[in-house]
């Protein structure tokens, strides 16, 4: 009897004991030991990003993530309004910092300032040490990134934009050289930066970069400071398009960029009246004079249908083309300038990634075209997109390669899918039985391959559908569905849609 009580009793005790094993292994500690209902913060550690000892271009590779794009590490002032986020390491510290691209909505015709952001090793939380105005004023034009422009791997902040009156601007903050075991500033009044460059000019500014030496890349010498050049009218001239190059280089003495030339050039010889009412500034007018299909032109007058730029404006679209890749941009803004158009546009798939061309007016049929990425994303694609284009029906032939298609057509045809009409503005419309499908279209070139792009515009946004094209767009032709990207042109292997033209 005693034997089977104490069999009971113990495994009771072992019961016990493995329920109370449970539920501190299911349970959470706190729900044994409440605590007050009060707010759990987490520490953040900051990962200081790898910069690598790859000269100027190394800093635009240093991205923000979606979050990082529209947050700071310190509060900002009553009415003052984010407009771009930079995060990186700029004093190699292995802490990163800030700056900040604000406006201040209490201000009247507010500056698009900047502010920098540093980590405070004492207080163990970051401030804000340095605000500045900058010439730009319009917060949808703005760029902001950092590279070495005097040539001792140093950092300078760049700040692009325009201001009211449409001109363009460029201020730049060079952060002073560290000396001494304290690695105190240079600069004699204790700012973290100091202006070395502030430009309007109501044509366009840009970088020019220079080669540097291998032992600059290796951290052994400085290399060439890198020249600044503005583009602004010729006064003195008549032709509207004529212009003048104003260089700037940097002056080791002062610190300062200085101008050091300054050269006329000529512009193309167009019909003043028609001039004028292209670079009115008056709104949508430019807008609708690039909406076409634009082909790169080589340097010595060359077409190169393998790099071409399609405008969409009423899509409000921007569509990149070279290396076999095709890009989409969203048309975000834009605002006329003295010779053109300055757009805003940001990629469809990675969002982190914007682009802002300066669009000028070359010729009817031309257009000069300068690229600024507000982050170099590395994603295979290795354009140089500045340059100048000509409108897709005025394109050159190159030597032995064929000559760009001809985008729009106006033709009707008969198909497997339905009766499908080209439009020579670049609209299309298919009817199959009751049901009616609109939408844009392009036919161009890739290699010895044409191609065939219909959009439909539809409530969920626009479908788009890429055709391989055997035969011919003023005849019969059949068209094979295809998928175009880094890896070429790929049949998707679905049925052929044949066409014949239809009577009229």
Not at 16 to 36: M, Y
Not at 137 to 157: A, E, H, I, N, Q
Not at 213 to 239: V, W
Not at 418 to 435: H, N, Q, T, V
Request: hydrophobic letters at 35%.
């Amino acid at each position: 009897m005693r034997g089977k009580f104490f069999s009971i009793f113990a495994t009771a005790a072992i019961c016990l004991v493995l329920s109370g094993a449970a539920i501190f292994v299911f349970r959470p500690f706190r729900f044994i030991f409440p605590q007050k209902n009060r707010e759990q913060r987490q520490t953040r550690i900051v990962i200081p990003r790898e910069t690598g000892t790859g000269g100027e271009d190394s800093v635009l590779t240093d991205l923000l993530s979606p979050e990082e794009g529209v947050r700071t590490r310190a509060a900002m002032g009553d009415g003052e309004v984010i407009v771009t986020v930079l995060t990186q390491d700029l004093d190699g510290d292995t802490v990163e910092e800030q700056v900040v691209a604000f406006r201040n909505l209490l201000e009247i015709d507010s500056p698009v300032y900047i502010t920098y952001i540093d980590y405070d090793v004492k207080e163990k939380a970051y401030r804000r040490l340095w605000n500045a105005p900058t010439a730009a004023t319009r917060p949808g034009t703005v760029s902001l990134y950092t590279k070495d422009l005097v040539g001792d791997r140093g950092t300078c902040v760049i700040l692009t934009g325009m201001n009211g009156p449409g001109e363009h601007t460029m201020t730049i903050f060079r952060k002073p050289a560290e000396t001494g075991e304290a690695k105190r500033p240079v600069d004699p009044y204790g700012q973290p930066f100091t202006k070395i460059a502030e430009l309007c000019i109501d044509g366009s500014v840009s970088i020019l970069e220079a080669e540097r030496p291998q032992a600059y890349h290796l951290g052994i010498a400085q290399g060439r400071s890198f020249r600044i050049a503005a583009y602004g009218r010729n006064y003195e001239s008549e032709n509207i398009l004529d212009q003048i190059e104003t260089s700037y280089e940097f002056n080791p003495v002062n610190g300062l960029y200085e101008q050091t030339g300054m050269v006329r050039i000529p512009g193309s010889q167009i019909e003043q009246r028609r001039l004028r009412e292209l670079l009115s500034g008056a709104p949508g007018v430019f807008e609708e004079f690039i909406n076409d299909l634009w082909y790169y032109v080589s340097p010595d007058g060359t077409a190169d249908s393998r790099q071409y730029i399609h405008f969409d404006p009423q899509g409000r679209e921007i569509i990149f083309f070279g290396d076999e890749t095709q890009q989409v941009f969203t048309w975000q803004q834009s605002a006329p300038t003295r010779y053109g158009l300055y757009i805003s546009s940001q990629n469809i798939s990675v969002t982190t990634l914007r682009r802002f061309l300066d669009i000028e007016l070359e010729s009817l049929n031309s257009v000069r075209v300068r690229v600024f990425e507000d982050v170099r994303l590395k994603i295979g694609v290795n354009n140089s997109w500045d340059g100048s284009y000509r409108r897709a029906g005025a394109v050159k032939k190159d030597g032995g390669e064929p000559s760009p298609v001809v985008p729009y057509i106006d033709r009707a045809y008969d198909s497997s899918i339905g009766k499908i009409r080209f439009s020579p503005d670049g609209m299309y419309e298919l009817s199959a039985g009751e049901e009616i499908k609109r939408g844009r279209y392009v036919f161009f070139r890739v290699k010895d391959q044409e191609l065939l792009e219909l959009r439909e515009e539809g409530p969920d946004g626009k479908a788009r559908e890429i055709f391989r094209l055997e035969g011919n767009a003023r005849g019969a032709m059949v068209l094979f569905r295809v998928r175009l990207g880094a890896m070429g042109i790929q049949d998707l292997r679905d049925e052929a849609i044949s066409m014949t033209p239809a009577a009229d």
